[in-house]
């Protein structure tokens, strides 16, 4: 990986999606990971010049007995459009482009010390930990391992490894159940409720994610948010694999 003092496109940058979509990858490298797949691009655009990026082509991921196969990287994208809506800036710009070994999710590189986790930043960053916990919820994601969580160079605490996620079936595991049993504070439940409405009715996002997810998957998402919304509350750990293994 990149030294953590790399510079990168600033994720906050107007047109970035347009940016990962058009440039040109001028080299693309395996990193270690897990069972699928993950390269680290060098990429190339004028006038914006060179940046990084994550790309997980579709046909790197291994099978799953309980994901369709080949859906992954989609999710990827879905999540990124959720959080994005919800005005929750955490998921990194996250596109769907071919690649070197075809289509896959492109999502842009976070620069950031390997040596933070969620448990290096669960005291100081809380309420940003909050929004991604609750997030986790809503998305039924099954993979909210400690190193899915980022503390950026500029101090912004980002969430990576969306895959796993949208699932109709409960699945979620998390290393973040901090605040299990804790109220939900007024500014997110607005904004879930603003979700919820949204995907009610024709909008923009739940087009979006109509490409990208199943309509059984869409449903569990207005169930999930339904009950959230309903009860006001953080959940607790269910009895069976709550959280991933390793938890790192």
Known sequence: MPAVDVSN????????????????IEDCQLLPSGSNYVFLLRLRHSPAGEG?????????????????????????????????????????????????YGVGMVQLFIPSDPADNFFTLREDHQ?????????DV????ADRKAGHCLLGLDDHVWGIDHGLTFH???KLRTVIWDYSDEAIHGTLLEDLTGLAERLGRESSILGALAELLGGDEIEAIRNRL???????????????RSVPWPPV
């Open 127 to 135: 309420n940003e930990l909050r929004r991604m916990a609750l997030f």
């Open 226 to 240: 339904a009950r959230i919304l309903r009860e006001a509350v953080y959940p607790r750990p269910g009895s069976h």
């Open 138 to 141: 809503i998305s039924n994601n």
């Open 168 to 170: 109709p079936s409960h």
């Open 9 to 24: 496109w600033d994720p906050h940058k107007d047109r970035i999606a347009e940016i990962l979509t058009h440039a040109e």
């Open 52 to 100: 990084l990026a994550i790309y997980k082509p579709r046909r790197g991921e291994a099978p799953l007995w309980d994901f369709p196969d080949g859906s992954l990287y989609r999710r990827e994208r879905a999540s990124y459009l959720m959080a994005a809506d919800l005005g929750w800036d955490f998921i990194p710009p996250t596109i769907i482009r071919d690649g070197p």
